[in-house]
């Protein structure tokens, strides 16, 4: 029954330094690709963010969410998701675009999510550092709250990585599942309470959204940010979080270890 997982964790455990090293000449050959390089792992983040604000606050006059201005509310919550968001959606993509290597030597296919997770996890780090300034300029300064954002950071890893590797076996399976998931991402994106408050919501609906596991990241990120509750203050979030997670895992190591040697037949 967990044979599965037990050959996905060993194959990523003994590939660790593979991981990092794909991950690194993704980044870099993304840069190179650019004349700019990593002035776009930012411009692209900015301009969204400058849209959204646009709509949500200027247009519909939203100055403030619980005593905090709109605009730092809102980034406290789109961090997050510009991280979650190209993991989900490269993540599903990540054995198909490895092909031409899968098909030429024995390769660990399981470590191919983990690999587009850290490649994302550097531009978050990233953009983080220019959040973290526009707090300051807002006066919202760092505290020891944020440290929280340590154990929320690992949780949007591991959800990354559990459900690309279910998503990226179902792509090789069927090419409509990027499709899905790209349709389904941008739905997501405006479900999610990323851009307006979910107590605006009746209750019903509130526990509803409560479901999505992404909703407990941002809920999170802003509770570090800003309100300081602590972790085990969302604990009702916290179980649903972490069932889904470990269920997508089971999920994906089972079928990533189904289909390890037909990836060939799939092409």
């Not at 690709?33 to 400058?50: C, E, H, R, T």
């Amino acid at each position: 029954m967990f044979k599965g997982v037990r050959y996905v964790v060993r194959e990523n455990a003994n590939n660790l330094y593979r991981i990092y090293s794909i991950a690194k000449y993704e980044l870099l050959a993304d840069m190179r690709d650019s004349k700019l390089g990593m002035f776009w792992n930012f411009a692209n983040p900015a301009i969204q963010v400058i849209t959204y604000w646009f709509v949500f606050g200027f247009v519909f006059n939203r100055s403030q969410v619980d005593g905090i201005d709109f605009l730092s509310w809102m980034l406290g919550g789109m961090v997050i998701w510009f991280f979650i968001s190209p993991c989900i959606t490269n993540g599903c993509n990540a054995i198909y675009q490895k092909i031409n290597i899968i098909t030429k030597m024995k390769f660990p296919v399981s470590i191919l999510p983990a690999t587009v997770v850290l490649k994302e996890a550097f531009n978050h780090l990233c953009l983080m550092i220019i959040v973290v300034v526009l707090f300051a300029v807002n006066g919202h300064f760092p505290s020891l709250h944020w440290l929280g954002l340590i154990y929320y950071f690992v949780c949007s890893i591991l959800f990354s990585i559990s459900l690309s590797l279910m998503t990226s076996v179902l792509n090789m399976l069927a090419r409509d599942t990027r499709k899905l998931i790209l349709a389904c991402m941008r739905l997501l994106m405006y479900l999610t309470p990323i851009l307006w408050d979910i107590k605006s919501l009746p209750h019903v609906f509130q526990v509803i959204m409560k479901l999505n596991p992404i909703y407990y990241l941002v809920c999170g990120y802003r509770d570090c940010f800003f309100y300081h509750e602590g972790i085990l203050f969302y604990w009702k979030q916290m179980l649903v979080f972490w069932t889904w997670t470990i269920l997508l895992f089971w999920i994906g190591s089972t079928i990533m270890y189904k289909f390890r040697t037909k990836f060939m037949d799939l092409i």
